[in-house]
């Protein structure tokens, strides 16, 4: 049984930083890619990073480039995005979520973390 674990969450003021993680159990976490969404107040769930398999190709929304840094460590099963720089728009919940060619991964999700950036 597939189980994400979302944990790091928390209120930080504009400017600040976070770092989340994303404990993944249920699957060979080292040949799947890891993605973090987030899904804001009344808005749709978007992509925010992904990762490869081996940690080597990171991709980012424009929205959040060279603020977030998503790493992963494939002893531990996890998966990391390390926020700087915060924004009131970067508040949501934040999911990760496996990805691979050919499987449907649309249904993996975990509770989520909130993030809240606040004066």
């Known amino acids: 049984q597939v189980q994400l674990m979302e944990s790091g969450g928390g209120l930080v003021q504009p400017g600040g930083s976070l770092r989340l993680s994303c404990a993944a159990s249920?699957?060979?976490?080292?040949?799947?890619?890891m993605t973090w969404y987030r899904q804001a107040p009344g808005k749709e769930r978007e992509l925010v990073a992904r990762?490869?398999?081996?940690?080597?190709?990171?991709n980012y929304a424009d929205s959040v480039k060279g603020r977030f840094i998503i790493s992963r460590d494939n002893a531990k099963n996890t998966v990391y995005l390390s926020m700087n720089s915060l924004e009131p728009d970067d508040t949501g919940v934040y999911f990760c979520?496996?990805?691979?060619?050919?499987?449907?991964?649309?249904?993996?999700w975990g509770q989520g973390t909130q993030v809240t950036v606040s004066s």
């Open positions: 979520n496996p990805k691979r060619i050919g499987l449907d991964t649309s249904n993996l």
């Open positions: 990762i490869d398999s081996t940690g080597r190709r990171k």
């Open positions: 249920g699957f060979l976490f080292s040949t799947f890619d």
